[in-house]
């Protein structure tokens, strides 16, 4: 099972990040994509593509509703030229992004189109775009060069089995609790092989909120913004609360009546005051290292090809992420690789 690490890029900083990432061993850097909060987040990828060799890169994640699928593509395989085929493009309905300009996450059915088109962009196809034939015509200039895996950020069931459908990778956004990402794993497969797809060629993967400390208490409080904000996505509509798991359930009607979009993916605010230690365990992964260390071999026994490391909420301690970023890299990795 590989592990990346998702976060913000901030000025000056990406080729140092991805540089230093790179060098710990990390697998992938996705960049996170809120125009109103962050860098813009392609040309933040391009400089850490000059500066590392090996790092997947990608947008953690971008969205369909700020972009167009044609300038999504570009920007994309822009990436994975420059990158010498180290690009991916994650992307999901939208969250920080869409709100910031008043908007929200884009429904089921029109990501399935947007999806579908992206697909077709990225492969080379032409797509109807008003009744003109589109496509990406500087494409057979580049070659051979390996088509950009689409990876679709997926909580609720029918994201799930849209994404199982239509994208090369499934990263699931729903905690780290064995049994319930198994049985989001198990419609995953279900769904592609209902959509007539190999379920063994479908990449599946996490976002994991994950922080490594000897200080449980410290730990905790390190993610529990970033876990507010990842089980917030379960409260999007269309998703049936009832069929949530009952430590989930309790979480995102907290979540849905006390939630401030002014304090995304903070920790040390109003909204996460009702967010308790057993769901923090229960949704993320932290304490001491051997702690962690099992918590993530549970996950690859789960089949996950690959975690995307969410280290922290945006106000945690520095040091305590940098430390356990380290800590993954040295103790975690290692042993998932062995």
Request: glycine share 8%.
């Amino acid at each position: 099972m590989e592990i990346g690490v998702s976060l913000v890029a901030w000025f000056g900083r990406a080729a140092r990040l991805a540089r230093g990432l790179e060098a710990q061993g990390f697998s992938s850097v996705l960049f996170t994509d809120s125009q109103n909060l962050c860098p813009e987040v392609w040309s933040q990828l391009a400089v850490a593509a000059v500066a590392t060799d090996r790092i997947g890169l990608g947008p953690g994640v971008t969205n369909s509703v700020t972009r167009d699928p044609a300038l999504t593509a570009c920007a994309a395989v822009t990436l994975q030229a420059e990158s010498q085929g180290r690009a991916r493009l994650c992307i999901g309905r939208g969250d920080s992004a869409v709100q910031r300009i008043g908007r929200r996450e884009q429904p089921v059915a029109d990501f399935a189109l947007y999806l579908e088109q992206l697909q077709a962009y990225l492969r080379g196809d032409a797509v109807d775009r008003h009744g003109f034939a589109s496509r990406l015509e500087f494409l057979r200039a580049l070659g051979d060069l390996p088509k950009v895996p689409l990876e679709v950020m997926a909580t609720g069931p029918r994201v799930i089995e849209l994404s199982a459908r239509v994208a090369d990778r499934v990263c699931f956004a729903v905690g780290a609790n064995p049994e319930f990402l198994a049985d989001r794993i198990a419609a995953a497969r279900a769904a592609a092989e209902v959509a007539g797809r190999d379920p063994a060629s479908l990449e599946l993967g996490a976002m994991i909120n994950c922080v490594a400390h000897d200080d449980l208490g410290a730990a905790r409080d390190a993610i529990r913004g970033g876990a507010t904000t990842f089980a917030r996505f379960s409260s999007f509509r269309g998703n049936d609360l009832a069929r949530l798991p009952a430590p989930l359930q309790e979480a995102v009607a907290y979540i849905r009546e006390h939630y401030d979009m002014k304090n995304h993916t903070r920790a040390n605010v109003a909204h996460t005051q009702g967010i308790s230690d057993a769901f923090v365990d229960w949704f993320g992964v932290v304490g001491p290292v051997a702690r962690v260390c099992d918590r993530f071999r549970e996950l690859a026994d789960l089949g996950l090809d690959f975690v995307h490391v969410v280290p922290g909420s945006t106000d945690a301690d520095r040091a305590i992420v940098g430390a356990s970023l380290q800590a993954i890299a040295k103790d975690v990795i290692p042993q998932l690789q062995g």
